[in-house]
Structures are given as C-alpha cells and as structure tokens.
C-alpha cells in the first residue's frame, strides 16, 4: 500500500495537501467554535494553531499523515480539515480522522464527500481497512460515521488523551476491502441526492 500524496477532487470539495501556502487559510478557516475542539484530541484553534500545524507538517514529513485542507467548490472557501492518518504500508491500514468542520459546513455534502474521497483513495492504494474513530461522548459524530456505512467495532477505554487532559474513550468503526464496494455505492447515492 501506497498512498500518494496528492489533491484529490469531486463536485463539492477539493481536499488540498497541507503546505506552507495553506497556513493561514487553514488558520483564519479552524479559527471558530471553541466548545467544537474541546473534546478533540489535538486543538487547532486560536493560539493552539501553531503547535497543531507543526505536528501535522512532522507527521507528513514522517509519512505517517496527509493532512488536507478541505475547500468547498461552489464558492472556493476553505471550511475545514480532514486527514488519513496513522498509515501503516505493511498492515495496509489507515484512519481517517482529525476532521473538523466549520459550523456552515457541517450537514450538508462536505462531510460525505470528503469521506468518499478519501476512502477511495487508500483503497485504491491496496488499503484493507480503514478506520474512523471518535470521541465515545460524540453522538453527532458516531451518528454520520454510521450513516457513511462504516460499521461500528466497540469502544476502546481510555484510549487517548484530549489536549484539555481528558481521557478520552475512542468509539471504533472501520471500512474494510469487503465492505467498500456497497459503501461506496451509498456514498455516490447520498452525494447524487445533493444535485
């Protein structure tokens, strides 16, 4: 497994691979709705973008991550981030996460077309599984990761740390090879019932 770093793009978002360029966009776009981030593992908010930013850039550089800017098309606005991450070649596993919306964005195509996008570009690099996980506190989120197809795998106690210090219970899905076919057809079905 291969996966390339590069933009990828349908009739909604085009995700852009994060570079120097990007940094204040991404910035002045992640900028916004504080109580959204408290509950994140990483927060990239206010004075937390910098630190944020520069571990993105080190994971990318290790090859471990590709983080995206997410850039709605009908009117070229940068409205979030979304990344895979957690790239393993030899096991053939990815996650899909560090996913933040602004709130505008949220509820509409975006969040289904970038998945669809981004699952569809670690599958077609030989992945077998990718994984999406959540904060086990978020319902809205673990609501949309089901509503993708994604099937649910349980809840890993205190699995991760949030930056606030908070022991964070991770609820797991994932997407394998077997899967992908009839989640990618929901997936074009969803985002054909947009327009």
């Given at each position: 497994m291969?996966?390339?770093t590069?933009?990828?793009?349908d009739?909604f ?5 994060f570079t120097?360029d990007?940094?204040?966009?991404m910035k002045?776009?992640?900028?916004c709705d ?5 509950i994140?593992v990483a927060?990239?908010?206010?004075a937390?973008?910098e630190g944020?930013?520069g ?10 991550r590709?983080a995206y ?6 009117d070229?606005?940068v409205?979030?981030t ?6 393993h070649p ?14 505008e964005a949220?509820g509409?195509?975006?969040n ?7 699952l569809g570009?670690a599958?077609d690099?030989?992945?077998v599984?990718?994984e999406?996980i959540t904060d086990?506190?978020?319902?809205q ?5 089901r509503?993708?197809?994604?099937k649910?795998?349980?809840?890993l106690?205190?699995?991760?740390t949030?930056w ?10 994932a997407?394998i ?13 969803r985002l054909?019932?947009f327009?």
């Amino acid at each position: 497994m291969q996966i390339a770093t590069v933009p990828l793009e349908d009739r909604f978002v085009r995700l852009e691979p994060f570079t120097e360029d990007l940094r204040e966009t991404m910035k002045a776009a992640l900028d916004c709705d504080p109580a959204a981030w408290e509950i994140m593992v990483a927060s990239a908010y206010g004075a937390h973008f910098e630190g944020w930013w520069g571990a993105a850039l080190k994971a990318m550089g290790a090859g471990t991550r590709i983080a995206y800017a997410v850039r709605r098309l009908s009117d070229g606005a940068v409205v979030g981030t979304t990344s895979l991450y957690e790239i393993h070649p030899a096991y053939r596993r990815c996650e899909i996460g560090s996913t933040f919306y602004r709130p505008e964005a949220r509820g509409g195509p975006v969040n289904p077309a970038c998945k669809r996008l981004l699952l569809g570009h670690a599958f077609d690099a030989g992945a077998v599984r990718v994984e999406i996980i959540t904060d086990a506190v978020n319902a809205q989120s673990q609501a949309a990761i089901r509503k993708l197809g994604a099937k649910a795998e349980g809840v890993l106690r205190k699995h991760k740390t949030t930056w606030t210090g908070r022991a964070r219970d991770t609820a797991m899905f994932a997407v394998i090879d077997d899967d992908w076919p009839e989640v990618r057809d929901g997936l074009d079905r969803r985002l054909a019932a947009f327009g």
